[in-house]
């Protein structure tokens, strides 16, 4: 062969190497799939996890095969497929249709079997809750209906098999946004004339209250009085354990203003004009503060022990009983009851006393048996602080007192006049 004739092959064969391969590759191949199902009645959650089961099958029949007109065979094998995995519908038709950009478009067409569910019935048990929190859960779970309607209307019975991971999903989604507190499991129940009724089961999630710790107190009434409804006050905080600490906090208003109406609505409370308020604190160990006043009457006990006078005195030991009738929300009538057990002796004082503001009062009363009047005045500075100073007129003398609340039934008082200072100390009974 001739130089001429052998650098002619090398080319025509350089050309074949480099051009045929480009050829080959010229011809475009799908690349990406979407799907779409229809049919009647088509519930959009289950159409979209169809769709998705379509685009799964149909990725794996047509990814990488040549852009064409029609895809027949793909098309009958993706039926076939998809119909042996599907419930409760028949595939009537599939069409598989490219694009030049490599892009296949699988459309479904479904036919529903004869029964449908027309309607959809969602009975809720709430598992282990006392009335009073079963009503509060049932008000969180009042659209969960919706959940199970728009996975199951219109949806063949048999086919009910495809919504069980669907409803799953949706549900708790709708319990974190609703009900984080609690978990729920369901039955699906189909009853006649094409009604689906759910069977629906919620049960409280760890941590939950454990015990509970009630305190009861007033500043208007004595204390001891509310002994006698502590017991009603105690079972009624008890309906709280055994549920979920972070639902007690979420329902925290609810709950108070429940306790509180536990003790409002007793007659000698309504007698009283009682208003409670009620502060929980949340927790395993559940913290119960019940405070119990009358805006019509003031009525206390409270004694004193008087420790580190120079002089011993008959009045060292002494109880006072407080009764005060308001005549507005700024002033009081009331009278004053001193016993001293030492020396088997009493006072008494009538009087009337203003509020200066919410921390300040001030007093004018006169001592029936002294035959005195005597003006005093008391103000808080310190939320467990206060200043106190009483002047007696016959004898010209006073005595000023700084105080502080060591709890509701004790409180100290170191007290100053002209002659000697001592301790006080007065019980809250």
């Known amino acids: 062969m001739s130089a001429r004739k052998r650098r002619a092959c090398l080319i025509l064969a350089a050309l074949l190497f480099f051009c045929l391969p480009a050829a080959a590759g010229a011809a475009a191949r799908l690349s990406s799939v979407t799907s779409t199902v229809t049919g009647e009645q088509l519930p959009p959650l289950v159409q979209q996890r169809m769709q998705e089961s379509v685009r799964v099958i149909s990725e794996q029949v047509l990814l990488g095969h040549p852009v ?9 094998l993706i039926r076939e497929v998809f119909d042996k995995v599907l419930v409760g519908y028949t595939v009537q038709q599939v069409a598989v249709q490219a694009t030049d950009a490599g892009e296949a478009s699988v459309q479904v067409t479904l036919l529903p079997w004869s029964d449908v569910i027309q309607s959809v019935q969602v009975v809720t048990q709430v598992e282990g809750m006392p009335p ?7 008000q969180d779970l009042a659209a969960v209906d919706a959940v199970f309607r728009e996975a199951l209307q219109g949806l063949p019975v048999a086919a009910t098999d495809w919504t069980n991971g ?28 094409g009604q689906m009724q759910i069977a629906l089961t919620v049960f409280p999630r760890l941590p939950v209250v454990r015990t509970t710790d009630l305190s009861m107190r007033s500043d208007t009434i004595p204390n001891f009085s509310l002994l006698s409804h502590r017991e009603l006050m105690q079972q009624q905080a008890d309906l709280l354990v055994g549920v979920p600490v972070a639902f007690v906090a979420r ?7 429940l306790l509180a109406q536990t003790l409002d609505t007793l007659p000698d409370a309504r007698q009283l004009h009682l208003q409670t308020q009620v502060t929980l604190t949340p927790g395993e160990r559940l913290y119960v503060m019940s405070r119990s006043d009358t805006r019509a ?5 409270t004694g004193w022990l008087d420790m580190g006078r120079s002089a011993n005195s008959d009045h060292d030991l002494m109880f006072r009983l407080h ?25 008494w004082q009538l009087g009337w006393r203003h509020w200066l503001s919410h921390k300040g009062t001030a007093d004018v ?8 009047f005597l003006f005093a005045a008391r103000q808080e500075f310190l939320p467990r602080w206060w200043l106190r100073y009483e002047y007696r007129c016959l004898t010209s003398s006073g005595e000023a007192a700084v105080g502080y609340k060591l709890h509701d039934f004790l409180s100290l008082e170191w007290l100053r006049d002209r002659h000697d200072n001592w301790l006080r100390l007065i019980g809250n009974f």
């Open 68 to 76: 064409q007109a029609a895809y027949p065979q793909e098309a009958a």
């Open 132 to 138: 009073e929190v079963e009503r509060l859960v049932r």
């Open 166 to 193: 669907i409803l799953k999903r949706q549900l708790n989604a709708y319990l974190a946004a609703h009900l984080p507190e609690f978990r729920a499991d369901f039955d699906l129940v189909p009853q006649a004339d």
């Open 251 to 257: 329902h925290q208003a609810a709950f108070e203003q």
């Open 297 to 301: 009457f003031r009525l206390r006990l």
């Open 323 to 347: 009764a005060g009738s308001m005549l507005s929300q700024q002033d009081e009538l009331l009278a004053l009851l001193d016993v001293y057990p030492q020396d088997v002796d009493w006072d």
């Open 365 to 372: 009363r006169y001592d029936m048996r002294g035959k005195r």
